[in-house]
């Protein structure tokens, strides 16, 4: 039913900063820059993702939307988006396994040089998944996938794709009969570390993974999940930390990651949805660990 990650959308106070702040946090520039319905948005396409970035800029239609959940939760991640083949077929689904979920319907998005761009979403009842506002998208109607974001520094300087989403949830059963039985997202790990105080699940999605994080110490409550951050990958971690401490971001050092083969680091501050984690995959490891 779902193939992967469309995308991931932020909503942001103002579009011409924010898309400053992540063209430098990436090393992208957005493929695209537009809007209709009383809202502009810029979309930053990676392999396996896109990223995008939503601000109002009128009082009806989608601008109140996005302005009212900035009123309510302020700026970050409003929507994860799945791709699904069927988005027909995958709402009579969901509707029949108790999901309610809006008629697929058309999204236009006109750029500033009057070209337009259309695709077909479905909005999922945020009280039957969980409290995270969650959309099925149809590929796009042509056939073609959208043409990625270009690099500012070079490949080895920016930012690869998603590595992972991190959920917040205080109910990880929830979470495991919505994602993995309802939605069918592949659950590859459900880890417990009593050493962190977190029970930890993890969903395949096409090439991205959805985390969710849950407290060993907070009762089960059905309070909403929450997003906790974006894990973005690198292919070379020096390079990254590099550019970006040239660039005067508040960066932790560059260090190796809890799963093993990993490097790390976190972007703390400088643009909205911070922090966010910067990892390489499968890094080489240190002499001790192949000892």
Not at 235 to 264: C, I
């Amino acid at each position: 039913m779902i193939s992967g990650l469309d995308h991931v959308a932020l909503a942001v106070r103002d579009l011409d900063q924010a898309v400053d702040a992540y063209t430098r946090l990436l090393g992208r520039t957005p493929n695209w820059v537009g809007g209709d319905g009383d809202a502009r948005h810029a979309w930053f396409q990676l392999p396996n993702m896109a990223l995008d970035v939503i601000a109002p800029v009128g009082d009806g239609g989608f601008g109140q939307v996005i302005a009212t959940h900035l009123e309510t939760h302020g700026e970050g991640v409003w929507a994860l988006a799945f791709t699904t083949p069927d988005i027909e077929a995958a709402v009579a689904l969901l509707r029949r396994r108790g999901i309610g979920a809006t008629d697929p319907g058309p999204v236009r998005s006109t750029r500033d040089d009057g070209a337009k761009r259309y695709w077909t979403t479905s909005s999922l009842g945020a009280g039957a998944v969980g409290g995270m506002n969650i959309l099925l998208t149809a590929p796009p109607r042509d056939g073609q996938p959208w043409p990625l974001s270009a690099p500012t520094e070079g490949e080895d300087a920016a930012v690869t794709e998603l590595d992972h989403v991190v959920v917040r949830t205080p109910n990880p059963e929830r979470a495991l009969a919505v994602y993995g039985a309802k939605l069918g997202l592949d659950l590859r790990l459900d880890r417990s570390n009593p050493d962190w105080g977190a029970r930890q699940l993890f969903f395949r999605c096409g090439a991205a993974v959805v985390e969710f994080g849950a407290s060993l110490k907070a009762p089960v409550t059905d309070a909403p999940d929450t997003c906790g951050g974006l894990a973005w990958r690198v292919s070379d971690p020096a390079a990254v930390h590099a550019r970006l401490a040239a660039g005067g971001w508040d960066l932790s050092d560059l260090r190796q990651g809890r799963k093993p083969g990993t490097q790390v680091f976190t972007v703390r501050t400088g643009a909205p949805g911070l922090p966010a984690l910067m990892i390489q995959q499968s890094a080489p490891l240190a002499p001790s660990e192949t000892a």
